[in-house]
């Protein structure tokens, strides 16, 4: 059973610049979460899909947006990076109505100069 | 709304000592999942145990045990005889029975010296 697997591991940007964050889900896992952690904080939630449709979403503007692919694998992009993106965003998958049964992979860490 | 809060910030022991974390939470929902994640520096969040809001039987697990008090709003965390490896981070987080999110606290950072 392989679990969450993300990439890039590390990524550099500049600022207004467009980056596009992977994610493949643990095996006969249908749903994935985005998560960002900026620097001695805990994970914020950015959002949630299943069967290919945003589940859910926290408090992030529009630029941050996904999408969900019928391997159950997942993108994060996020458009116009500002400085406060940097952070290590963090993918989870898990298996719908299980009650929160998250496998987390180890995150990419964006640097937005 | 739900709030998670983790009111340690840094923990500092000799190996073999017990560590204790504490986490307080806030939620009106009846159903909910209160987990307990280890983040090394390596990044991943590592799952470590989950209670959900009707069992509040406290366990053992190995070096792990954890004490769920609906009374108070805690779910503290202990780790028994502690370990170098133990060294991370650790965050406390809620989900609401039927929500798609967890609702994080801030993470306490534990360090084992040997």
């Known amino acids: 059973e392989t679990g969450v697997t993300q990439s890039p591991t590390h990524l550099i940007k500049t600022r207004g610049q467009q980056v596009t964050l992977r994610c493949s889900s643990q095996s006969g896992h249908n749903t994935v979460s985005w998560y960002q952690q900026a620097l001695g904080q805990g994970p914020q939630f950015i959002f949630q899909y299943y069967r290919e449709e945003e589940n859910g979403r926290g408090n992030f503007p529009p630029r941050f947006s996904g999408l969900q692919f019928p391997n159950y694998s997942s993108e994060l992009n996020v458009n116009a990076l500002e400085l406060d993106d940097s952070a290590l965003y963090l993918c989870?998958?898990?298996?719908?109505?299980?009650?929160?049964?998250?496998?987390f992979g180890s995150g990419t860490r964006l640097t937005v100069v | 709304a739900q709030k998670v809060t983790q009111a340690q910030t840094e923990i500092s022991v000799v190996e073999k000592e017990d560590v204790t974390l504490d986490c307080v939470y806030e939620?009106?929902?009846?159903?909910?999942?209160l987990f307990w994640y280890k983040q090394p520096p390596s990044g991943e969040l590592v799952f470590l145990i989950r209670r959900n809001s009707f069992d509040e039987q406290n366990e053992i697990s190995g070096r792990y045990s954890w004490n769920f008090q609906k009374s108070t709003s805690s779910f503290n965390f202990t780790i028994t005889a502690s370990q170098v490896v133990d060294s991370a981070v650790y965050f406390c987080?809620?989900?609401?029975?039927?929500?798609?999110?967890?609702?994080f606290g801030a993470g306490t950072t534990v360090t084992v010296r040997a």
């Open positions: 939620t009106r929902d009846t159903t909910y999942y």
């Open positions: 989870a998958s898990s298996l719908e109505g299980t009650g929160g049964g998250y496998t």
């Open positions: 987080a809620l989900n609401l029975g039927n929500d798609y999110k967890l609702s």
